[in-house]
């Protein structure tokens, strides 16, 4: 029988209606987890938790304070308590400095940086009750090191650790635990084949199969991240195995990025 890591743990997840965040759904679901499913796709989030053994959705927009605090409200109304907050919504609009526009540069902050703050810090209010807790942001090795053309997307993953650094300083003592995962890219998920071989292919000037080769090139292992190696290290850092770390920024890159 296969022992299930988060048995009777209640999780929060944001941009889980597809992608990746659906499949760290359904980890969260198969490890034991009752799963709050948030998304600003309700109606996607809703398709995702009927799949679930325990779960519900939740319509958010992560922007709004408002609606994130009614997540956690909710959550707790439901199940009494928030164990493991997962921080996953984010967009990606990838373009030259010269050629971006601010809209949509203060759109990505907005989301990925200013959204992870407003979600944590409503799941911190959730968790100190209980003095226990474990805070997972998405982040990307894009959040270590510069990207090509990808400048507002990498300045929302720097702050985004600097801020998982900076709270898990202030939750410490609270016995809630801070950390980043900084996963590789994800070349065979939809929203590369749907999406970011187009942007790339676009503004470096090369054709599609270029750009996944130029990724797969960088890569020590030969091979992009998958869904599965980004919710190994997701269950770990929402576990008990690993209740001595906290203000990490760990990479699942293959090797590509090793600071």
């Known amino acids: 029988m296969r022992i299930k890591t988060l048995e009777g743990q209640v999780a929060v997840i944001t941009g889980a209606a597809q992608g990746l965040g659906e499949a760290l759904a359904h980890r969260l679901d198969q490890e034991g987890c009752k799963v709050v499913v948030c998304d600003i796709n309700f109606e996607a989030a809703q398709i995702v938790a009927s799949t679930l053994t325990d779960a519900i959705a939740v319509s958010v927009d992560v922007c709004d304070e408002e609606q994130v605090k009614h997540v956690f409200k909710t959550a707790l109304d439901c199940f009494g308590k928030v164990d493991i907050f997962v921080s996953n ?115 470096q000037g090369i054709t599609e199969e270029e750009v996944r080769q130029k990724y797969l090139n960088q890569v020590p292992m030969k091979r992009g991240c998958t869904y599965d190696d980004v919710a190994n290290v997701m269950v770990f850092l929402a576990s008990d195995q690993s209740n001595y770390m906290t203000g990490q920024a760990i990479n699942v890159t293959g090797g590509q990025e090793m600071r």
Not at 120 to 134: D, L
Not at 175 to 183: A, E, L, Q, T, Y
Not at 188 to 194: G, I, Q, Y
Request: aromatic fraction near 10%.
């Open 89 to 203: 919504a984010a967009i990606l609009l990838a373009d030259a400095v010269v050629d971006f526009d601010a809209v949509k540069w203060r759109k990505m902050i907005d989301v990925n940086l200013t959204g992870y703050f407003l979600s944590a810090k409503h799941a911190c209010i959730a968790m100190q009750p209980n003095k226990k807790g474990s805070i997972i942001q998405i982040n990307s090795k894009s959040g270590k090191k510069g990207s090509f053309k990808n400048s507002a997307y990498a300045a929302s993953k720097f702050g985004g650790i600097g801020f998982t650094q900076s709270l898990a300083l202030e939750m410490a003592e609270s016995g809630i635990r801070v950390n980043s995962i900084c996963p590789g890219n994800l070349l065979d998920s939809p929203l590369w084949v749907n999406s970011l071989y187009k942007q790339y292919a676009k503004n």
